[in-house]
Structure formats: C-alpha cells, structure tokens
C-alpha cells in the first residue's frame, strides 16, 4: 500500500511522541524512587501539621519553576514560605517530579500541597482548593511561517494542536479540546515545542510565561509566538491533600493572600518572577 503525505505525516508525529514519552518515562521513575525513600509521608505523621511538603510544576513561570542554578522557587512557594515562617512551620519543597506523579502524592498524601492549579470540578471533589493568588493566561503559540486566523477556541477546529499530558488547561479548554479538536498530549514542555518546530502540528496550547520562557531558553523566540487573545484565563489556587495534617490551615492562608493581594506584594513577587525568568524589565524585552 502507497503512503500518502497524511500517513507519512502521522507515523513521524507518533514516533517523536513515543520518544518523547520513553524519555520522560525515564525521568519519572528516578523521581519517584527519590520520592520513594523519604522516610515518612505528611499524612502519616498524625494530625500535627510540623512541615509543609510542597510539590508542583518546575517549570510554569511564575508560579513554580527552578532557576538555573538549581533553586526551586515561584510565586506559590513564596506564598507557602511567608506562612510558614509566620506560624513556625518547616517547609520541604520539591517540584522537580513530574506534573502526573506529583498529582497522585497529593493524592496519597505523601505531600501536602501544589504550588499552584488551574480548578476544575473533577480536582475539587479530590482535593482542597485556597482561594486565587494569580490569574493565567493559555495561549495559542503558532510558528511564525505558519501563521493562521484565530479570535476563539472554535477557530482551531480543522489544525492539529499539541498540549501539555497529565494536566489540566481548565475545565473549558479541557472538555472543549476533546471532545471538537485534533491534540498531540506531550510530557514534556522543551519537547512540545519540537513538534511544532519540525511542523507535526500547527499550534501549542500552553500558559502564556510558561510558554514565553520556554521559547526562550530553547533560543526560539523568533520562529514561535504567543497569539493574542488568550483562549482562557484561568485562576491560580494552591492545591491540598485532603489527607494532609496542614489542611486545616487553608483558612487561614487563604486569610494571608488577601492580605498580600491588598498591600502590593502578590503584584511585587509576580514582577520579580516574571523578570528572573522571562522578561528583562531593564531593556524591557
């Protein structure tokens, strides 16, 4: 049987994911033996709340990411940080497992929070959300010698798109993109941008600084762009084990992001963030 383009097309783009999927697969399992020789999980440490283990994406810009030098920091963590140090609570943070792993602790209780999380109705029957400290943009990231037409989410009908796997875009883009469009699911970021690079589709759905400093530290910035407007915007909340000690806490952290949103800090640790990662407010680039 001839293979038309369409096929030929396809087999490259299922290939580069299986790849893409056997190498993050790799990194999954030493994360989770690393995970798995702690010596106790949060919730099986009684109903005392002695440290808070934070977990969550490393690379969702501001919320949660690692510098180049190997510090684990974002906007969530401040928030989590500022608490503790207040209340005198140890913080652990480690957000270097992957999204789905870290996901399905939280689940079992052997960390105690997310830094951060888009809501959707299935997290929230699972676990405890805070109240919103940050507001994300999803972008539709196109390369810039392939440029189409788009205002809405319908308009992606009949383009074949790549999205983050194992998380969660909101409850809107998430129903939407399975059930009307064509989506490549990547594990990992660096590599999502890869199939639109080589053309095995058409656009990235990704948060907009998430996106932005990814371009930029894989030195693309001149071939891929955020188009505007955003397809959503999403509210940013950390995430609670409902088998965690430190749930009973939420109350009151959400009593400090009030407090943080009103005086100008939340706004501050954006900006510092955002400037450490994505933008150089020096230049302004």
Known sequence: MLLTPRHIKFIRTFALCAIIALAAGNTTLAKAQQFGTRSSSPGAQ???CDTITVGGPAS???VSYVTSDGHQTGLGIDIIKEYA???GIDVEVDIELPWARAVDFLLQGKIDVTAGAYFTNERQRIFQYSDPFYSDDIMVFQHTDRRF??????DLKGYRGARPHGGS????IDTYSKQELDIVYSPINDHIFDLLLAGHVDYVL???YDGVATVRKLGVQDKIIPVEPPVAKNPVRLMFSRNSPCLEHVEQIN????ELSSNGTLQERIDYHLRQTVFDFE???
């Open 46 to 48: 009684g109903s005392t």
């Open 60 to 62: 969702w810009q501001p």
């Open 85 to 87: 140090k207040r209340e």
């Open 149 to 154: 037409g788009y205002s809405r989410i319908e």
């Open 169 to 172: 875009l909101g409850n809107k």
């Open 206 to 208: 990704l948060a907009r």
């Open 255 to 258: 009593k400090l992001i009030a």
């Open 283 to 285: 230049t302004g680039s």
